[in-house]
């Protein structure tokens, strides 16, 4: 023993137990080999016997739903509007479909004439003489200032009037001439509402002109 272990109480020696270490335990199961002559359906290794653990027929997604009582499997979604005299140049479920395509054509229209007329705008006011620079920034110019200001215009005014028609065909259970000229007139009204008496009269003859314009040509064409 050395004089620190003395100082510190510290015991050199250290017993150990010999104990003897028991051996690992063996496992003695063996797994049967798997005949798959003896598998006819997957009931039969789901469960044993008669009573199975799974239903395989509840692992379906639409499992214990009655297809009678799901309405939504048995909509007609392509069933046209059957509203008298509410044929169009494209065939229509009803209100949503106008609003859709009727804003949507308008505005398109509306925005390539825009665009048309902005360009001969554009070339009119430059020079021939003009470096080729300038008259292509003059023409951007004119065809982003009337192309979108006459494509938002149409389309505020085909969504005003598309709203009217349909409210006053549901009203009246059928659709003519006199509900277009009315949605026509009370459309152009409401856009130009904010600029006094006579430009609201002068846009709802315009619209309403329109309207009854479109009118005729669908009755002729379609």
């Not at 005949?35 to 214990?64: E, I, K, N, R, Y």
């Not at 705008?121 to 023409?139: F, H, I, M």
């Not at 059928?174 to 006579?198: E, Q, V, W, Y």
Request: with cysteine; glycine share 10%.
């Amino acid at each position: 023993m050395s004089i620190w272990d003395t100082f510190t109480g510290r015991s050199s020696t250290k017993q150990q137990s010999a104990s003897p270490q028991s051996p690992p335990p063996q496992d003695s199961y063996q797994q049967a080999p798997f005949d798959a002559t003896s598998v006819q359906d997957v009931s039969s290794f789901l469960g044993s016997g008669q009573q199975t653990t799974f239903d395989p027929a509840a692992l379906h997604p639409l499992a214990g739903l009655n297809q009678d009582t799901l309405d939504y499997l048995s909509l007609e979604d392509t069933q046209l509007s059957d509203l008298p005299g509410g044929r169009s140049a494209l065939p229509s479920r009803g209100f949503s479909d106008d609003l859709c395509y009727g804003t949507g054509v308008t505005y398109l229209a509306a925005l390539s004439t825009g665009g048309a007329w902005g360009l001969a705008e554009g070339l009119s006011r430059t020079p021939a003489s003009a470096p080729p620079k300038l008259r292509l920034n003059s023409v951007l110019n004119a065809v982003t200032r009337r192309g979108p200001f006459l494509g938002n215009s149409a389309a505020a005014i085909a969504l005003t009037y598309n709203c009217f028609n349909s409210t006053i065909d549901y009203y009246r259970g059928k659709h003519d001439a006199a509900n277009s000229l009315t949605a026509g007139a009370l459309s152009g009204m409401l856009f130009k509402s904010t600029k006094g008496i006579r430009p609201m009269l002068t846009s709802g003859a315009m619209v309403a002109t329109a309207a009854g314009v479109w009118t005729i040509a669908r009755k002729a064409l379609f």
